[in-house]
C-alpha cells in the first residue's frame, strides 16, 4: 500500500463508474434491491463475512446515546443510514455514485421528509460542510483511497467524538482475486496491513486513540477523538 500519492481526479471518477452501474448488485448483498442468486448467497455466506461483522460494529457503537449526528462517507446505498436513523440518529450521507444515492433516497423517504437526513452527490475532499458531526462512518471507503492521510487530517476537523473505519486487509487468494475483477472494471483498489495503519494513526497522532479490530478480510477501527 502506497499512501504517499496524491488523490487524483481520475481515479476519483473510474470509481464513481463503477459503483454508479454495480449500484443494485452491490447494494443487494444486504438483502435489499435484486434478489441473490444461489452463487451469490454461497459468496455471501463463505467470503463477505467481515462486511456484516463491520456492520454489527457500527451500529453497536453508534448506539451510544452521545451520538446524535452522524456522517456517512461513501454512503452506497444507505444501508447504514436507513439502520442508523431507525436509531434515531440523524445522518448526513456522501457518495460520488448517483445509482447509490438514488438507492439511499429510496429506503429513507421517511426520513427525507421528516428533515432527519439529506445527502450529498460528491467526493468527501471536495466537499465542505458548515457544521460538524459526533460521528463519521467510513466503511467499505478506504478501500478505494490512494491517500488515507489528507482524509483524516480533514475528519480531525469536521468530526467531534469518534470515527467507525474499515480498512481491507492486503494479502490472501481472495483479495488478489478481487484486486483482479476490479481492474478488470477499471476501479482501483487499496489493501492495508496492520503496520499501514498503525504508521498511518501515528502520523496523525492517533497512535493511542484508535483501535483496531481483526474481522475476517478485514480490519474494523475505532478512533476515541
Known amino acids: ?3 504517499n500519492k496524491s488523490y487524483t481526479v481520475s481515479e476519483t471518477k473510474d470509481v464513481e463508474m463503477f459503483f454508479h452501474g454495480y449500484a443494485a448488485d452491490f447494494d443487494s448483498i444486504y438483502g435489499h434491491t435484486k434478489k441473490r ?4 448467497k454461497f459468496l455471501d455466506k463463505y467470503f463477505r463475512r467481515s462486511m456484516r461483522l463491520r456492520y454489527n460494529l457500527v451500529l453497536k457503537y453508534a448506539a451510544n446515546t452521545n451520538i ?7 454512503c452506497g446505498g444507505g444501508v447504514y443510514c436507513e439502520a442508523l436513523l431507525n436509531m434515531g440518529k440523524t445522518l448526513t450521507g456522501l457518495d460520488i455514485a448517483d445509482g447509490m444515492l438514488k438507492l439511499a433516497e429510496q429506503k429513507t423517504k421517511r426520513f427525507m421528509a421528516e428533515s432527519k ?3 450529498i452527490h460528491s467526493g468527501y475532499i471536495e466537499h465542505t460542510f458548515a457544521e460538524e458531526f459526533d460521528t ?12 488515507p492521510l489528507e482524509i483524516f487530517e480533514k475528519l480531525k ?8 473505519m474499515s480498512f ?18 477499471n476501479c482501483p483498489l487499496y489493501y492495508y496491513s496492520k503496520s499501514d495503519l498503525e504508521s498511518m494513526f501515528a502520523k496523525v497522532g492517533w497512535q493511542n486513540k484508535a483501535e483496531i479490530i481483526d474481522i475476517d478480510r478485514d480490519f474494523f477501527v475505532r478512533v476515541i477523538l
Open 68 to 74: 446524535e449526528t452522524i456522517l456517512d462517507v461513501g
Open 37 to 40: 442468486s444461489a452463487w451469490d
Open 117 to 119: 437526513v439529506n445527502y
Open 1 to 3: 500500500m502506497d499512501n
Open 157 to 164: 476537523t469536521e468530526v467531534n467524538k469518534e470515527l467507525l
Open 136 to 147: 463519521a462512518v467510513l466503511v467499505g471507503f478506504f478501500d478505494y483511497i490512494k491517500s
Open 168 to 185: 481491507p486487509k492486503s494479502g490472501g487468494f481472495l483479495g488478489w482475486q478481487r484486486k483482479i475483477r476490479y481492474r478488470m472494471r
